[in-house]
Structure formats: C-alpha cells, structure tokens
C-alpha cells in the first residue's frame, strides 16, 4: 500500500518567489496535517485540513496557505519567500480529524537563497 | 514557548544497551504522546503510542513509560542495535480542540555502536 507521498522531492526557490508543495494521504485517510521542520528541530504544525475545511492552524504568517481537494490531496502554498522559509516540509495523513494517529510522508526539501 | 521539552540532545549506546529518551510536558490538557523515528532524509515514522489512562505500552523493543502526576513520559528501547541509530521525536497532542496539533520536543539523536 502506499503511504503518503509528496511532491516535489526537493526545490530551490529566490527570496520572493512563491511555491506550492503537493500532498496525497493515505487511500482513506481524509485529514491532511502540514509541518515545517527546520534543520535540528522537531516539526511546527502549520495547517490541518479534513474534508476540505481548514480545522487548525500553527503559529505561521499568512503567506502560508493551504487547501484540500475533494480526493483529499493537498496543497500548500507559501508566498513572498524568505531564507527563513527553507526547510523540510512534512505532510501527515489520519483517518479524519479526530483521529490522533498521524503518518508522515517524505517531505519536501524547500532552499531558498 | 516550548511546551514538550526532550531530553539528552544527543545519546551513544553500546549494542544491547538500553536507551532512554525522555519527554516532559506542561499542557494537561493534552491526551496523546507519540514517539516518532526519522531517519536522515526521510519524515517521521510513527514508533509507538500512549494515553494518559495507561502507565506503560510495549511494542516490540520499544516501551513507553508514563507518569501522569510528574507530566513526565519515556521511550526504552530493548536490546537495541546499530539499525536504532536516527533521532527520535516526542510528542503531544488533543489539546485545544485541534487534535491535529502535535506539538513535538526538539529531538534525541541516538547513535547505536556495533
């Protein structure tokens, strides 16, 4: 079966620029969770999602946005990058929102210089 | 503010020694403390799990120690090899509603001598 997969695997982006990092849970799961894991530390929720609406959100300014499509992939947009920004990017997947269980998948490698 | 706070940073065993990582938090709110294993490159993998209603879990080499009263709770891993050697996170969640909110300690990085 396969797990949670992301896309893409790595990206370079310029101060300013924007990007969009994808998502697809688990077959079945229906909540998305979105991390920023900064190198040395333990991951920062940003967003949760289940059946599309927004059910949680993490410390982060509103240059990082997100939404759910009806097959519950999911995407993250960050705007007007910083160097700040540059980090692994971690989706988890569970079952729906109330469900405590959560499976990361590989994450996206985000630099920006 | 750092609401899980993970200790050692860092830790070497010898093979079939028995590490142990350890995790406190302050929000009693919270109902659900995973641990998760990363290796260099990859997410998070999700090792072993506890609720506060229960004191110790076992799966495997792995084990959960859990002390409600102290806010206070640990992994052991049994027997352990030089495969074990990654970092390993805690965590905490099922506070404030937003249950899918884990709020993650810094990390051990374990290192497993042959």
């Known amino acids: 079966d396969a797990g949670v997969t992301q896309s893409p695997t790595h990206l370079i982006k310029t101060r300013g620029q924007h990007v969009t990092l994808r998502c697809s849970p688990i077959s079945g799961h229906k909540s998305v969770s979105w991390y920023q894991q900064v190198l040395g530390q333990g991951p920062q929720f940003i967003f949760q999602y289940y059946e599309k609406e927004e059910r949680g959100r993490g410390n982060f300014p509103d240059r990082f946005s997100a939404r759910q499509f009806p097959n519950y992939s999911s995407e993250l947009n960050v705007n007007a990058l910083l160097l700040g920004d540059s980090a692994l990017y971690l989706c988890?997947?569970?079952?729906?929102?109330?469900?405590?269980?959560?499976?990361f998948g590989p994450g996206t490698r985000l630099t920006v210089t | 503010q750092q609401q899980v706070k993970q200790s050692p940073q860092s830790l070497i065993v010898q093979k079939g020694g028995i590490p142990i990582i350890n995790c406190a938090y302050e929000?009693?709110?919270?109902?659900?403390f995973p641990w998760y294993q990363q290796f260099p490159g990859k997410g998070p993998a999700l090792l072993i799990a506890?609720?506060?209603?229960?004191s110790e879990k076992k799966e495997g080499r792995f084990t959960i120690s859990f002390n409600k009263s102290a806010k206070q709770f640990s992994l052991h891993i049994m027997d352990s090899q030089p495969g074990d050697s990654a970092t390993y996170f805690c965590?905490?969640?099922?506070?404030?509603?937003?249950?899918?909110?884990?709020?993650f300690g810094k990390g051990t990085k374990l290192s497993v001598k042959p």
């Open positions: 506890i609720r506060p209603d229960v």
């Open positions: 965590a905490a969640g099922g506070y404030g509603g937003s249950q899918g909110n884990l709020i």
């Open positions: 929000n009693t709110a919270f109902d659900y």
């Open positions: 988890a997947s569970s079952l729906a929102a109330g469900t405590r269980e959560q499976y």
